[in-house]
């Protein structure tokens, strides 16, 4: 842990003499602490004291938030912190995940904890500090009356110890040490940014707390109790022993390493689907930590992995990932898209991992472009630019037609805003934390150089230099950003980064020093460097080329975002839902003369689009289905199944047999129905804005819900044909994920048993045909979907359903093709003829 502010910056912001903070002043370590680091970051970021925000959006968030600070009654937040311990409180109980009966109370004084801890580092405002002041002198009184209450000393909680005694006992409580956690990291946030020195005390008293409960269970209890979401109980303890250099801190801490997590990271393989996405950030975040205080390579192996799988295969356009609050199979986004994707606790937390992450590989300006990309877009954009309280919303949701607007902002109610006292969700809380620390990770700086990675405006004084600097821009809304040297002078480098995402264009940044071109290297996703004796009045101007760039989702080519430099444009729908993916013409876009905003044409209408941090009480798209090249007709793909599992067509892999599945003598596959089936390739229906689908089947059971073919990506995204509803009828059907209901044409009756039918489905034109033997079997006119919005699929089966609950198929099935287009009646009966 390097120094987290500056002596004069912090000196300056309070008045607190340094002797009385102990730890953490350059060049005034105590005899008490030592920094036991083997991994010592080799960047710091310039503390929040000493980098100032100027005006623009973050600032404005920022004000919100800080607006609430001062508002907030700690009374409130203390009730039940002070009843749980049988201390006096006639406060008007919260509301939300803070109510006297939820058990995750306690958390949001955590986050407001670390709140003022921040708004008063770098606003230097004293009614900051004299509440966190408040809350922590009480929070120490809540602590002393523990074991007057039957609790183990140095518990501080707002609920119950017996909770962890359930814990323990094998019981899923709703998160404890997740809630620990958070009071921790307040306490030390106190310590650290306001030099609260009870509050270190107060936390020691807490930490002492968890190795006494936790030492005293054996490994495979722990390991069990991890199970159990407990935020980044390992990143604060290993934070503490950074700061005490007390071992018992760093074995409390390694007792939170969860391998079951932890294993698959550090070989390299990702193991997260089906995983709680925020469960699993906060004790990556914690392995970095561990890194820093071990010097186990392992630790920072398993965080570097997790962070490249997550942003590579996990992550939205705007940075978030997660769809109701889980990790799916690697690269599978717009085929899991709904109002409740990218919990912003996740990014939150992301961030944070980035941020570290960056600090010990500063030449890898990925982390820094991911870092703006999700501030941009996602964390700016979760706060009510209207509420005077910075009010949040829990998810950001991605399904076209989602929205930010309401009031709520629980799960119950995707896209709408936190309030003062009925809400306190995790998201809530982070949203605190997030908005008074915009200016934390603007400026890093090492010995020799200071790295400008945000284009933030905003003024900084670098102490280590004597030199203070002012960056004035309008980015994104503007392509240059100015830096001014207002006062002192040094030899030193300026690093400014260069942002990865001018490559998608070719492009490279323009960067000219007192109105001069300078000769450096200004790569897209690295660092332009710049040495020289800097002295006051010297500018630096970079100016990074923006245009239009549409980014494909990686599950479907033909579901794309656009961007604009960091930003992502979304289209303002206003109060309407679309069903779907909105179709866009992208030759339509077109320049209205404001910065950042374009129209389009978008399902035969003129949409707006804006920067998505910037859509709030509306519905908005971030995705838009764009037009497939028309390349047909042809016949895609071909699998006779007649002895051979190959494709006629020559296209694709061969049909692979599956549980039990096996070609017949005289014929087509047999599939058992106890778990037979094909697996053919993904893919195979990407960019098909029309189809036709044709199999010979012979159903020799009928069960409900077995399907004949089922081409999709899980239960919420299919295209098939089963044998049999609930109502007695074969049906086709289609659908992806965030739709309501789904098209789907019925027969009037069903499969015949023990009988091969010649099966197809006609999508096209609008309208989509079964047909059994060559003749119209059943129609749905007026589709709500193209099937161009199911892309490239990923689990392609005969005899099988996306649905694990769902029977499979018990009978045969050959002669599977696709076409590239809608075949007529009379070409289907030809099939039917061709195919008997
Ligand atoms: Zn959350």
Redesign the pocket.
């Known amino acids: 842990m390097t120094a987290p502010f500056t002596r004069r910056a912090f000196l300056g912001t309070t008045g607190v003499t340094a002797t009385a903070l102990g730890v953490g002043l350059t060049g005034a370590a105590p005899a008490a602490a030592r920094t036991p680091a083997p991994h010592t970051p080799k960047l710091s970021p310039l503390p929040l004291s000493a980098v100032t925000l100027l005006d623009g959006p973050f600032r404005d968030n920022m004000a919100r938030t800080c607006a609430y600070l001062k508002f907030i009654d700690p009374d409130r937040l203390l009730h039940t912190f002070r009843l749980n311990v049988g201390l006096p409180s006639d406060a008007q109980p919260c509301g939300g995940w803070e109510a006297p009966n939820v058990q995750l109370r306690g958390h949001s004084t955590g986050h407001l904890l670390t709140a003022l801890a921040q708004a008063h580092a770098n606003t230097g405002d004293e009614e900051h500090a004299a509440k966190g002041r408040h809350l922590v002198a009480e929070l120490a009184r809540c602590q002393a009356a523990a074991p007057a209450a039957g609790f183990t000393p140095g518990y501080l909680s707002a609920f119950p110890e017996s909770v962890f005694v359930q814990l323990e006992a094998g019981g899923n409580p709703w998160a404890p040490y997740y809630t620990i956690h958070k009071i921790m990291a307040g306490l030390l946030d106190q310590y650290r940014l306001s030099g609260n020195r009870q509050a270190l005390d107060v936390l020691k008293g807490m930490a002492a707390w968890v190795e006494t409960r936790c030492s005293r269970l054996d490994e495979a209890t722990m390991q069990r109790l991890l199970h159990v979401e407990f935020g980044g109980m390992n990143d604060v303890l290993a934070e503490l022993y950074l700061l005490t250099g007390d071992p018992v801190h760093l074995r409390t801490a390694r007792r939170f390493d969860h391998e079951e997590v932890f294993g698959p990271l550090a070989e390299g393989r990702d193991a997260l689907a089906g995983l709680h996405a925020?469960t699993q950030i906060p004790k990556i975040v914690g392995a970095v930590r561990e890194y820093e205080a071990t010097g186990i390579d392992r630790y920072h192996r398993i965080a570097a992995f997790f962070w490249d799988t997550v942003v590579h295969h996990h992550m939205y356009v705007i940075g978030g990932n997660s769809n109701e609050?889980f990790f799916g199979p690697p690269g599978e986004l717009v085929s899991r898209l709904s109002d409740a994707n990218c919990?912003?606790?996740?990014s939150?937390n992301m961030l944070k991992l980035s941020r570290l992450l960056f600090m010990h590989d500063p030449s890898r300006a990925a982390y820094m472009d991911y870092y703006e990309q999700t501030l941009h877009n996602q964390m700016l954009g979760e706060q009510d630019p209207d509420s005077e309280h910075g009010f949040c919303t829990?998810y950001t949701g991605l399904w076209p037609g989602s929205q930010r607007q309401g009031k709520g902002g629980l799960v119950s109610a995707p896209g709408s805003y936190s309030s003062d006292y009925d809400n306190f969700?995790?998201?809530h809380?982070?949203g605190m934390e997030t908005h008074t620390k915009f200016a934390d990770s603007i400026y890093f700086q090492s010995g020799d150089a200071l790295y400008v990675n945000l284009f933030i405006p905003s003024e900084a004084t670098w102490e280590r230099h004597g030199v203070r600097i002012r960056q004035e821009t309008a980015y994104p809304k503007a392509e240059t950003t100015r830096i001014t040297v207002t006062e002192g002078e040094g030899d030193f480098a300026l690093k400014l980064r260069v942002p990865g995402w001018l490559g998608a264009r070719g492009q490279h940044a323009r960067i000219r020093v007192n109105g001069a071109a300078v000769p450096v290297q200004a790569h897209p996703g690295r660092y332009a460097t710049i040495e020289r004796r800097w002295r006051e009045g010297d500018v630096v101007e970079m100016t990074m080329p923006m245009a239009p760039v549409w980014r494909k989702a990686p599950d479907n080519p033909h579901i794309q975002a656009i961007t604009h430099g960091p930003v992502v444009l979304a289209g303002a729908l206003g109060d309407r839902e679309p069903n779907t993916f909105p179709a866009i013409d992208p030759r339509s876009l077109r320049e209205t003369g404001e910065p950042l905003r374009y129209t389009a044409r978008a399902d035969g209408a003129e949409v707006t689009l804006m920067p998505f941090a910037e859509v709030h009480h509306q519905r908005y798209t971030v995705y838009w289905a764009t037009p497939a090249p028309r390349r047909g007709p042809r016949l895609v793909a071909h699998y006779a199944l007649d002895g051979t599992l190959k494709d006629a067509t020559g296209t694709w892999a061969d049909a692979v047999l599956a549980g039990g599945a096996a070609l017949a003598e005289d014929g087509g596959v047999a599939l058992n129905g106890t778990g037979a089936h094909v697996v053919l390739p993904r893919g195979l229906i990407t960019g098909l804005d029309e189809l036709t689908v044709a199999v010979r089947v012979r159903a020799d059971t009928l069960t409900n819900n077995a399907r004949v073919f089922d081409l999709g990506f899980n239960r919420r995204t299919f295209f098939y044909v089963n044998s049999r509803t609930g109502s007695g009828r074969t049906r086709f059907s289609m659908r992806t994920y965030g739709m309501e209901g789904e098209d789907f044409a019925d027969a009037s009756g069903t499969l015949p048993v023990g009988e091969w039918l010649h099966v197809a489905v006609v999508v096209g034109g609008d309208s989509a045909v079964l047909y059994f033997d060559g003749a119209e079997a059943g129609r749905k006119d007026g589709l709500i979907m193209s099937p161009l919005v199911l892309g490239a699929t990923s689990q392609n089966f005969l005899g099988r359903s996306q649905d694990s609950r769902h029977p499979y198929l018990h009978g045969r099935v050959r002669d599977f093709r696709i076409y590239d287009h809608a075949l007529d009646a009379a070409a289907i009966r030809d099939l039917h003829a061709s195919q008997s």
């Open positions: 925020n609050e919990e912003n606790c996740n939150y829990y969700s995790c998201d809380g982070t």
